[in-house]
């Protein structure tokens, strides 16, 4: 392809088809690494919630208070 242009042509890598697919190929190897990442860490967060709840400590846990309630539960003990 270089052999065939014109000696006074300039090499752009952006409109090489080559250098775009590898590019494309590239970030969608990215991307599914990215997913499987996401996915290993959903899958151990999972193991440990399920262990948690094997030794009877996730149902000790309370939930997330907004602020709004978590005053007025404030206020309540007073």
């Known amino acids: 392809m270089l052999a065939a242009a ?15 697919a590898e590019l494309a190929a590239d970030a969608a190897a990215a991307a599914r690494e ?8 959903i899958a151990a967060r999972a193991d440990e919630l399920q262990a948690l709840r094997e030794f009877g400590t996730l149902e000790q846990t309370e939930p997330l208070l907004t602020c709004e ?8 003990r007073r």
Not at 6 to 20: G, I, R
Not at 34 to 41: C, D, G, I, N, V
Not at 69 to 76: I, K, L, N, T
């Open 69 to 76: 309630e978590s005053g007025r539960r404030s206020r309540h």
């Open 6 to 20: 014109a000696a006074s042509t300039v090499y752009d890598p952006e409109t090489d088809d080559v250098v775009q």
């Open 34 to 41: 990215a997913e499987l990442r996401e996915a290993m860490r």
